[in-house]
């Protein structure tokens, strides 16, 4: 059974860093382009970041130079470091493994940045 979970969210203050993880079972993770997305209270689910097997990365605008994503495959893990958050970082984020026709996605971990 393929599964992915993600796991490091939660409450940090304005300007703070989380990291947030994803990992994988029944699948090597790889295998697949990782992605992560953000979906905040009444808006529109946003692709933030992502990660092709080769290792090269993109970032949406709103968060280049502050969320990296990295691999861990020893651990069959993907990563996003996220510094300097913002009230406006705040959603249910998500990641994705995608190979050709096949699309996984977890059940999010909710962040929160708030004072």
């Known amino acids: 059974q393929v599964q992915l979970v993600e796991s490091g969210g939660g409450l940090v203050q304005p300007g703070g860093s989380l990291r947030l993880s994803c990992t994988g079972s029944g699948l090597s993770l790889s295998r697949y382009t990782m992605i992560w997305h953000r979906q905040a209270p009444l808006k529109q689910r946003e692709q933030i970041a992502g990660i092709v097997t080769g290792g090269a990365s993109a970032y949406a605008k709103s968060v280049e130079g502050r969320f990296t994503i990295s691999r861990d495959a020893a651990n069959n893990a993907v990563y996003l470091q996220m510094n300097s958050l913002q009230p406006e970082d705040t959603a249910v984020y998500y990641c994705?493994?995608?190979?050709?026709?096949?699309?996984?996605w977890g059940q999010g971990t909710q962040v929160t940045v708030s004072s």
């Open positions: 994705g493994a995608q190979r050709m026709s096949e699309s996984y």
